[in-house]
């Protein structure tokens, strides 16, 4: 029979296994109720994976080390070191919510109590039993109490090792577990046997009560105390998110702030310029510069392009007639270069197609960069015309 239960698994750890976590959790679920009754082949298939651990995530390597000290402890090996078992606990510590920590705590118990060192067994074992979770089933406390009572048995110390049998027991009866409960019955029988016996020194027995009850205040103050610095690292982390969220507020309401700002000093510009062009003696006055027309109408007449210079001389030109005409275009927009020459040539009273040959670019570029320079000033407002019109106000 274990070896169907042994070859079945196997098959079904082949067909399944790849790198995927969930299903390297899966099998490691199907092995460990194969722990429950065939501890042997348990082992060999986790000696089987242990390749294949080596790429897999953290929560998944920490599981396949509980189950093999578990499954070591099933199959009655002698547990020789508490050092690999208490590295998992370490880890289920900082990760409660995988639900393992209790089981983790109960091996570093048998650990502890193989090496026949008790009070650090049950200093385990009472950690196990007081965590707040669900994961302490009643399945596990049976276990816990029976090893607790093989402790203070072991100590001389019956009555103590009496009460957890009879816990052990009343668990063992709540799941219906009939075996488990009739052993119980028969070991309490046999301590209250031994009770009889005052072979042990009433001193020895006083001493080691007195240890166990320093155990239990210990690791009650000490569930206190995680439990204390818990609550205090969730409270900071709620008051960090809350500055968080308070900074990232008082920003969003600062841009805020600064883009209604921004949009009253461009409507407060254009109201001051429709107010220039309403109210001036004239409308517009034209640009006339005897050389720069004959630059410009040679290079047009000769299909050739503007060069960096000339662009300097029509500027010194064009702003000797309008000293304004730059700053007061600037302060609506932070214009390219490419822009301010449309600009400059637009004031100047050059066509679109001859803007075009001048600066070697399609008409239809001109005419889309009139309408862009024109929205983004006026809010989306208006046509390439408009922006020539405005252009010519200032």
Known sequence: MRQVAFILTLILML????NSGSQHERILADINHLTLTDADSARQMLLDMSDKMENAPEDVKAYYQLLTVKANDKALIRHTSDSLICHVAEYFEEHPQSGHLPEAYYYVG????DMQNGEKAILYYQKALLIDSTHVTRTLKIRIYAQMSNIYLRNGLYDEAIDMLQLARFYCQEIGDTTGARYCTEDIAAATELQKDTSIQATSKAGMMIRVQKLNTQIKNQLLNERNAQLEKENSQEHFFIWTISFVALLAIAAAIWYIRHLHKQRAFREEEATNVLFSPKNKRQFYDKEIKLLLDTHITNNKVLKDADWITIEERLLAAFPNFKERLFKSYNFSDTEYHICMLIKMEVPPSSIAKLMAIGVSTVSTNRLRM?????????????????ILSL
């Open 15 to 18: 067909t399944t296994c790849c």
């Open 110 to 113: 048998r650990a502890n109590s």
């Open 374 to 390: 024109q929205q983004k000033v006026f809010d989306g407002e208006g046509t390439a015309k408009d922006w020539d019109k405005f």
